[in-house]
């Protein structure tokens, strides 16, 4: 290969793909992006580097170009019913709630950006198609698209590895897939459920298509990540006009901090972040959605002495967490303050907390988390609850204490190091945020690829390792 890019040429080509792709490459990814571009440039057939680069600025990128961009610039990482909470959310919430109000039309449509090789739109079609005993009679459609075209090829085809289930429910993986070559194919009934297209989400153009438009539910998970916050948050802003009045927006667990559109509520769903359309919700909606007055969840009282409950065998531990799993939260509360009744114990305390917050009654969970660490100041996973539930408040300062507590007790906690970087890259504190970006680096170097880190929701080391550079790379320092 003749020559080689100068930083002038990287720079361009850095702001070019951020602007037609929302890939960035900061100037400590310019390595990583000359070694890629060289490689595309053979792929390309080119001899010389730099005409290449100059080929590729002379104009807007054509959609050839950007899908042969993505095959050497995207990765995929997924699984069927990745993030399994969110699905727990929809099963127990959002799809109760949509399959009532639509009993006479049977109509639902739902569209999951940036979908990769499809294991996200074909676990929403098989939830739905276990959730609905005549879903033959609805009309469902859902919509998967994404940028990497190879990926929707094999989105299409539909035959995946052991991979993909590895968080996949035994029940799924028997009903709706059959073996083939020592891999799966998905069951043809699932297949029609779903179309695949291609898109590139950083042409927000795009949106104004009627094909995008009028979603009851819309996946965008794990994805904003890799853009600026700025084009993140212009995203955000687009696809809430592709959703119907009270529709929902998935976004991933690291994305949120990217949200500033006051046209959502952000609810917060057992670990799943949930933004809902503010626009005409309706009155049960809004009582979940309602984060701040403390009143989204209603109590029953616990009569004493010769009340109901004088025979009443205090609940398990064990039980209330079954409901908490299930997304039960009215009921793991019920229990678990039944458990408090004569003082309650620390883990009582921890999971009380959790359920009210992920009910979004983020005051009284502040106060059972305050409670549990007045038991044991020495948890690192209590003091990082309180800084989850102080984010949700926006008490940033105070989110940035108590992870700072967390990581007092625990220099290890990998979560606490990465979110004490996101809250001050967020403050402006860019130096310190990128500190302990790399902090978060090094703590993952005691990992393996598929570890799932404690108190991530599921998420593993490799994913970790890709969101903290891809932020780092877009944190000057």
Not at 256 to 275: E, P
Request: net charge negative.
């Amino acid at each position: 290969m003749k020559n080689d890019l100068t930083d002038e040429s990287l720079l361009r080509l850095s702001n070019h793909l951020a602007q037609h792709m929302g890939i960035n490459f900061s100037a400590e990814r310019f390595t990583d992006l000359k070694t890629k571009m060289t490689a595309l440039a053979d792929a390309f057939e080119f001899e010389d580097v730099e005409e290449f680069a100059a080929w590729l600025l002379s104009d807007k990128l054509s959609r050839e170009q950007i899908e042969l961009l993505a095959d050497f610039l995207t990765v995929g990482e997924t699984y069927f019913f990745r993030d399994p909470k969110s699905f727990l959310v929809l099963e127990n919430e959002i799809f109760p709630q949509l399959i009532d109000a639509r009993q006479n039309t049977r109509f639902m449509r739902i569209w999951s950006a940036a979908c990769c090789t499809g294991e996200e739109p074909y676990s929403i079609a098989m939830l739905l198609r276990k959730m609905i005993p005549d879903v033959d009679s609805w009309q469902i459609n859902i919509l998967g698209t994404d940028i990497n075209q190879t990926f929707l090829e094999r989105a299409t085809e539909g035959l995946y590895g052991d991979w993909s289930f590895r968080a996949t429910p035994d029940f799924y993986k028997e009903r709706y897939f059959k073996p083939k070559k020592n891999r799966f194919q998905i069951d043809t009934q699932i297949k029609k459920m779903v179309r695949f297209e291609w898109m590139n989400l950083a042409e927000l153009e795009c949106l104004d298509d009627p094909n995008y438009s009028s979603m009851d539910l819309i996946f965008c998970r794990n994805v904003l990540i890799y853009f600026s916050q700025e084009h993140a948050t212009k995203i955000i802003t687009s696809l809430s006009k592709c959703l119907i009045p009270d529709g929902y927006l998935f976004v991933g667990p690291n994305e949120l901090t990217a949200n500033d559109d006051r046209s959502y509520n952000s609810l917060h769903r057992n670990g799943a972040i949930v933004l809902q359309k503010a626009n005409h919700i309706a009155a049960e909606i809004q009582r979940l959605a309602d984060v701040d007055s403390g009143e989204g969840l209603q109590i029953k009282e616990v009569e004493s002495g010769s009340g109901a409950h004088m025979n009443q065998q205090i609940p398990t531990l064990e039980e209330a967490q079954a409901r908490y799993d299930q997304a039960l939260y009215q009921e793991a509360v019920e229990l678990l303050l039944l458990r408090c009744k004569n003082g309650g114990d620390f883990s009582t305390m921890v999971l009380l907390a959790k359920s009210f917050a992920n009910h979004s009654d983020l005051k009284s969970a502040l106060k059972w988390c305050d409670q549990a660490i007045k038991v044991n100041r020495l948890n690192a996973a209590t003091h990082y609850l309180r800084a989850t539930i102080l984010q949700e408040q926006g008490a940033n300062s105070e989110a940035i204490h108590s992870l700072k507590q967390a990581l007092l007790m625990d220099s290890s906690f990998v979560l606490a190091e990465f979110n004490l970087g996101i809250l001050l890259k967020h403050s402006g504190n860019l130096r310190d945020a990128q500190r302990h970006f790399k902090a978060t680096l090094k703590l993952l170097g005691s990992y393996d690829d598929n570890d799932i880190l404690p108190e991530s929701e599921g998420t593993t080391a490799s994913g970790m390792r890709v969101i903290v550079s891809s932020l780092m790379a877009d944190t000057p320092h």
